[in-house]
């Protein structure tokens, strides 16, 4: 039996709530139990979808949300650099739009599920820094992963020179 099986239903649910941060535990809780409940990995998640990359990082979702920036430099870097492959760079660029929007939320109990169980195989007061590290919301992170898009648009806006201006007008 596994760590989150053998937790009580009210325990369970204020692990949950540690982690995920009291603003939005019980949106999260509620797309979680739809989705245990019908063992799909589909489900719309509006801000996943509208903020794809950007999301992942504000929840703290590192992984996903370092290899969707990657795919998003790769498909700035192909709509800039490399006319030929402008409509790739923009296909590039839409999968994580696509996978957040629509599997987010999975991904996000996964990486939640995950955590409640490495947090309990902790001391209180470990599991309390734990939480706060790694779960909730973080909007300083978000605004770095912003101005790090930025630069790396500029650099390659002002590296590609004026023909790329020229074929932008």
């Given at each position: ?59 703290k979702l590192f992984l996903p949300g370092a290899v969707f920036l990657l795919l998003n430099f790769a498909g700035l870097y192909l709509v800039l ?77 002002f590296s590609a020179g004026p023909e790329v201006i020229e074929r932008m007008s």
């Open positions: 039996m596994s760590v989150l099986e053998s937790m009580k239903k009210r325990e369970l649910r204020r692990e949950y709530t540690m982690m995920l941060g009291e603003e939005k535990a019980e949106y999260y809780l509620n797309k979680f139990d739809k989705l245990t409940a019908s063992r799909k990995k589909l489900s719309l998640n509006w801000a996943g979808l509208l903020f794809s990359t950007y999301w992942c990082f504000y929840r650099m490399k006319p030929d492959l402008a409509l790739l760079g923009n296909m590039i660029s839409v999968i994580p739009t696509v996978i957040c929007g629509f599997f987010g939320n999975y991904l996000y109990m996964m990486y939640v599920q995950k955590s409640i169980v490495v947090a309990n195989q902790l001391a209180t007061t470990e599991k309390e820094r734990y939480y706060a590290n790694n779960g909730g919301t973080s909007m300083r992170i978000v605004l770095g992963i912003l101005a790090a898009m930025l630069f790396f648009a500029m650099a390659l806006f």
